[in-house]
């Protein structure tokens, strides 16, 4: 039979709340229904790859990002003022802000 290894005193308890919460909105009205929307967005974290992993350094998705003149671009990125201080990058200490 398929037994799992749970210790179940601790199925009640939170270590380490990773709760993200987005919202999808209406396209805006003076955005015609036929244009094209790019998603562009930041991920990894501040630092050197040794400092970031299983994370990566900053990075562009996608990596190359084709538009055209009448494309709409939608930039997502996120940032923490609580990072490890002695990790590598510019802005300010503490932080891992993105900067575009």
Known sequence: PLQLQVNT???GRT???RTH???VKKRPDEVSSHARIVNYGVRGRRGNI???YPSVEYDFVPA???VKYDDYI???WTGSDANANGNDGNGK???DRSNL
């Open 9 to 11: 005193a601790q199925f």
């Open 15 to 17: 270590f380490e709340d």
């Open 21 to 23: 919460v987005f919202r």
């Open 50 to 52: 040794v400092q970031v």
């Open 64 to 66: 190359d990002l084709d």
């Open 74 to 76: 939608h930039f997502q």
């Open 93 to 95: 200490t503490g932080t």
